[in-house]
């Protein structure tokens, strides 16, 4: 034994010296033959027969164990990784025996983590340090004492587990502070491998979370996934011969040829991957952890949650053990579930290939995500989308752009189950693609849906907000592509909005907001705005009132979704002179309408059908009404895409109202429509309203039903607005999400010699239109023709309207009602 003056001896060179381990492990590492997670393996292998080794060659006593941890523990060492060493005892030790295994250690130059702990003082410590319990989860036995090594794993994982409820939140908000420093690997130039969100870090999280029994990550591509990141890692020690977790941009090309990569961009590409399987996983687990410990926490009240939410018998993202499910409609086919979207038990997946983007639309509009087994069930079942689109599915991804925010959930978790690209096939070009530009923020598949976020947040400065979201989803896709990626994207944007089923018209429109997102921003900093020939180029690109307006909102969403230093008030200042001029010169012309946007026109010529609904409504004085189905383009759909209403009413004051609250009732959703006044017999005037009607789950009502209620609601028998306002009190209350408030405006006079003309865009939302019409009831105006449609999410309604004599409002007026109807909204 060595006296305590003088240092212990290390062992002499040989297979456990410093040298001889030295020289086994710079061979290894040299072995072409020898790569990836078998090299790691290896390497931790030959580590612990060096340890033990020293271990034996120091002398240790009965009762002392050599322990791996942490990394080393899951026998995943990377070139420059630290030992994780615990030296374990169960009773009095030689206080120089750890330093008779430590001091060869360093000799060797590794780097070590050490400590020399009982199984209580480790027990201890683990019960005070988040970071040491992790550390001892992953503990393996490496010499000495096996039994005692044992016990640690026993005692360990037993005090994990009896603690889950009160770790894992501790956890999770240690996670949450580290993706806050170090932010999300799958959109970093220059990303942490491990520490970043997305990253090594985050498996062994998730490793964490499933020894506790409380639930587990999906596992489909995670292992993979967690392996190209270590072999990244690996690359990226060699490359620069130190024990770096940071891809930096000069390490990028060297690392990318030591693993056999094409270039580096190919290389982050496969980096943000890996990450996004490792960050989904990551979110789809924390949602189950969350949801057990709140089942656990109100246990008294409700069912218990079984614990594993993705092999159970439920497949909404979470079973019931026993008693009634809380399941809320939230679309035809999609329900609520214990704060997921999941798919209603009736729904068909292959015989509703519009359902996935109607259940993501649905659950975006409620603020939800959607549970990993309904994704996992969707991208399994659903047949592909026809071609050209149904107008369905058109309309159910705008609904889904237009949540804001909450699209980015749930288009990550369509994206992880491969349901983007079966959509949108040109996606795959631009997923994952890298932007080497520090003014980007974003990878250029992230930036595009950035940009329809903030674009929701302009779709009350537009009259085509479907547009204006399309075209911002859409805008990059030619970066995917050699050349200028403007004019790249024009060609693919063509073909993509026909598959889509827009018609030409608004495919020529998408084509010139792709084609010219950056002319406005690069006219306006480059050349003088107030130049009349500056102006004129603005205007013979963008030709209609209409297009610039759309123009100057993808811009500005555009630019503030690159980032911070893409756009600021000179350039915002810039780009509104240039718009204001070009504007003012087109006012002079003609104009595109407005409001054009299919659906019945208020100046159409009357049908036979119309006619003679008209009749009757005049000899009965009382409503007549028809509906039609519309044919579906989708021949696997088993529900129309809409039903067409025709209603004739002889005229009186407060009908748009009372109709559109009765249809509210009936759970009608308005998707257009359009009222005009007849006169088919001479008694006087007869309002026909044409309407475009979806049942919002799905089932139609009866026509005799719908008639007899609009006869009671028009007799006064049916409180229309009292019946609407128990139901939405007795509804539960959902989160829901942040949309832009309602705009009401005048539109100029040129708009209508005889009528004023009211514009109302916003949110689109049970009653809605009920509203509008009270309200509209209730300013003492009277509704000559109404064009209402309902854009994805968004409601563009134009009412022309009179004063009671049929005159025009005056400009005081109409400000007036305008600013009541804007009142009524909220």
């Not at 220059?190 to 964490?208: C, H, I, M, Q």
């Not at 399987?277 to 069912?303: F, P, Q």
């Not at 068909?348 to 519009?354: E, G, N, Q, Y």
């Not at 990550?412 to 996606?427: F, M, S």
């Amino acid at each position: 034994m060595t006296t305590e003056s003088s240092p212990p001896s290390p062992p002499a060179d040989g297979p456990d010296g410093p040298t001889g381990y030295g020289d086994a492990r710079t061979r290894l590492l040299a072995d072409p033959a020898v790569l990836g997670a078998e090299r790691r393996a290896a390497l931790a292998a030959l580590t612990d027969r060096w340890l033990a080794g020293l271990l034996d060659a120091a002398g240790a006593p009965p009762g002392v164990a050599l322990v791996a941890v942490g990394g080393y523990g899951r026998g995943e060492l990377s070139p420059r990784s630290d030992l994780d060493v615990l030296l374990l005892h169960d009773g009095p030790v030689d206080p120089e025996l750890p330093e008779r295994i430590w001091y060869p250690v360093w000799d060797a130059g590794a780097a070590l983590d050490h400590s020399v702990r009982t199984l209580g003082e480790a027990r201890s410590v683990a019960a005070e340090d988040l970071k040491a319990q992790l550390g001892l989860l992953d503990a393996r036995h490496i010499a000495g004492d096996a039994a005692l090594t044992a016990s640690l794993r026993s005692a360990v994982l037993s005090d994990w587990r009896a603690t889950a409820s009160t770790r894992l939140p501790e956890l999770q908000e240690l996670s949450a502070e580290r993706a806050e420093r170090h932010g999300e690997l799958s959109f970093l130039l220059e990303p942490d491998l491990k520490e970043a969100r997305g990253g090594l870090r985050d498996v062994v999280t998730l490793n964490a979370i499933a020894a506790s029994w409380l639930a587990d990550a999906p596992r489909d591509g995670l292992d993979a996934a967690a392996r190209r990141l270590s072999d990244v890692r690996d690359a990226l020690h060699q490359t620069t011969g130190r024990a770096t977790e940071r891809l930096s941009l000069q390490d990028q090309d060297q690392v990318a040829a030591t693993l056999g990569v094409l270039d580096a961009d190919t290389l982050l590409r496969q980096v943000y991957e890996a990450a996004r399987t490792i960050t989904y996983a990551g979110d789809v687990t924390w949602r189950a952890v969350d949801r057990v410990l709140a089942a656990r926490s109100s246990r008294g009240r409700r069912s218990s949650r079984l614990s594993f939410p993705f092999t159970g018998v439920g497949r909404g993202g979470g079973a019931v053990a026993r008693g009634a499910v809380d399941r809320r409609p939230l679309a035809e086919g999609v329900v609520e579930q214990d704060g997921e979207a999941v798919l209603a038990q009736g729904a068909r997946p292959a015989t509703d290939p519009v359902l996935p983007l109607r259940a993501a639309a649905a659950a975006a509009q409620a603020g939800l995500t959607i549970s990993y087994a309904t994704v996992r069930r969707l991208a399994a079942e659903t047949r592909p989308l026809p071609v050209p689109w149904p107008d369905e599915a058109r309309e159910q991804l705008i609904t889904l752009l237009g949540a804001g925010e909450a699209c980015i959930p749930v288009w990550e978790a369509l994206e992880a189950e491969g349901l983007i690209t079966r959509l949108l096939p040109d996606w795959e070009r631009v997923r994952c693609r890298p932007q080497r530009n520090a003014v980007h923020r974003w990878t250029v598949d992230r930036h595009l849906v950035e940009t329809a976020v903030k674009a929701a947040a302009m779709t009350r400065r537009v009259a085509r907000p479907d547009l204006l979201l399309v075209a911002a989803l859409l805008h990059d896709l030619g970066k995917g592509w050699p050349g200028d990626h403007s004019e790249a994207g024009e060609v693919i944007v063509r073909d993509v909005a026909v598959r889509m089923g827009f018609d030409r018209a608004d495919t020529e429109t998408l084509a010139v907001l792709v084609r010219h997102h950056l002319t406005l921003v690069d006219t306006a900093t480059r050349r003088d705005p107030d130049d009349p020939a500056t102006v004129d180029l603005i205007t013979k690109v963008v030709g209609t009132l209409p297009h610039l307006e759309l123009l100057h909102a993808l811009t500005e969403a555009d630019a503030t979704a690159t980032g911070p230093a893409a756009w600021s008030s000179w350039r915002a200042s810039l780009v509104d002179h240039l718009v204001s001029r070009a504007a003012a010169q087109l006012a002079g012309g003609d104009p595109a309408p407005a409001f054009d946007r299919g659906g019945p026109h208020p100046d159409a010529e009357p049908t036979a059908e119309e006619e003679r609904l008209a009749v009757e409504a005049a000899r009965t004085l009382g409503p007549a009404l028809s509906l039609h189905a519309q044919s579906n383009q989708d021949s696997f759909a088993t529900e129309p895409m809409g039903v067409d209403l025709t209603l004739a009413i002889p005229d009186r004051p407060g009908l748009l109202g009372t109709v559109a609250g009765v249809l509210a009732l009936h759970r009608l959703t308005v998707r257009a429509a359009s009222l005009r006044e007849l006169d088919p017999i001479g008694a006087g005037a007869v309002l026909l309203l044409s309407w475009t009607v979806t049942a919002e789950y799905g089932e139609l009502p009866e026509a005799a039903r719908l008639r007899a209620d609009l006869r009671r609601a028009l007799d006064g028998s049916l409180d229309v607005a009292r019946k609407l306002a128990e139901r939405d009190a007795a509804a539960p209350r959902r989160r829901g999400i942040s949309t832009p408030p309602p705009v009401v405006s005048v539109a100029p006079g040129v708009a209508s010699a005889t009528a004023t003309v009211l514009e109302v865009r916003a949110h689109d939302a049970p009653g809605l239109l009920h509203r509008i019409g009270r309200a509209l009831d209730g300013a003492g105006v009277r509704v000559r023709t109404a064009h209402v449609s309902t854009l994805g999410a968004d409601a563009v309604d134009a009412f022309y309207v009179t004063d009671p004599a049929g005159r025009p409002l005056s400009a005081q007026r109409a400000a007036e009602v305008a600013a009541e109807i804007q009142a009524a909204l909220g």
